[in-house]
């Protein structure tokens, strides 16, 4: 469990090293809020299907002491699970699912419209090998 009370975080940065995604950030919280040092990986969009096997198309992915962990929200139920000892995320599943259920409407009613408008903005701040995937593939997006 966790050496050196560190694990690993696959990270996805622009061009700059900012990190962009609103669900790594939520992990890197969620690792600080446990008390763990992180490992960040930085990653670009392309770069995601070169990490590890080969078969993670999102980010984040954790690796903890061997462990492979995707998705945000599995990464919460691991970090509770694992570490029942350091602070809790989520106190029940009561909690958690009602953080779910604001999650999934915040991104519908809000992030949805409000990523589509920056789009043209984020294709300039992407790694190069990123540019055409962006502009396509955020332009289409339907959550």
């Keep these: 469990m966790a050496k050196d009370n560190t694990i690993r ?21 969620a690792l600080k809020h446990k008390g763990f040092e992180i490992d960040d990986v930085e990653t670009s969009y392309m770069g995601i299907r070169r ?3 080969g078969s993670y198309r999102r980010l984040p992915v954790i690796e903890d002491d061997g462990r492979i962990v995707p998705d945000s929200w599995e990464i919460a139920r691991y970090l509770d699970e694992a570490y029942p000892e350091r602070p809790m995320l989520y106190r029940s599943e009561g909690e958690r699912n009602f953080a779910k259920f604001l999650d999934g409407w915040m991104f519908k009613t809000v992030v949805h419209p409000w990523f589509t408008c920056f789009t ?11 540019k055409a995937y962006v502009l ?6 339907i959550f």
């Design 9 to 29: 975080l696959y990270d996805l940065v622009l061009a700059s090293g900012v990190t962009l995604s609103p669900f790594v950030w939520r992990t890197k919280l």
């Design 51 to 53: 990490i590890l096997d």
């Design 120 to 130: 043209l903005d984020q294709v300039k701040l992407v790694h190069d090998e990123d």
């Design 136 to 141: 396509d593939a955020h332009q289409n997006r």
